[in-house]
């Protein structure tokens, strides 16, 4: 597939494995050369818009919704040996999580430290 792209194949395996965020091209250049069509890239591209965004993905605006959505999980699609699970973090350890992690700006780090506190 990098090949056929024009791709360094590093690129293919950071996309297709969610490791960063696509241009805006990069999507529709892949699925074209995956043979789908102008309808399934533009399905694709509203949902793929928020991807990468960890507020609309891991934090709700109400808590109420947060909660009944983990009251009914019946898959862990995502997990880690090496970390306590989030609801369990007391905060210092929470913050040192998200540090180490770098992918929030240090700014949001005490929103969402206090968010998961909340949810215990």
């Not at 009944?68 to 999980?73: I, L, P, S, Y």
Request: aromatic share 10%; hydrophobic share 30%; glycine share 6%.
């Amino acid at each position: 597939m990098a090949e056929r792209l024009g791709w360094d194949p590093s690129k293919v395996s950071t996309v297709e494995n969610g490791r960063a965020r696509a241009s805006e091209v990069d999507p529709i250049q892949y699925l074209s050369m995956c043979g789908k069509d102008i309808d399934f890239i533009s399905d694709f591209r509203r949902r793929y818009q928020y991807a990468f965004d960890e507020y609309i993905v891991q934090v709700s605006g109400n808590l109420r919704t947060v909660g009944k959505a983990e009251a009914t999980t019946v898959t862990i699609t995502s997990y880690d040996t090496m970390v306590v699970p989030g609801l369990h973090q007391i905060p210092e350890y929470a913050t040192e999580v998200y540090q180490a992690h770098g992918t929030v700006s240090e700014k949001r780090i005490p929103e969402l430290v206090q968010c998961r506190t909340d949810r215990q």
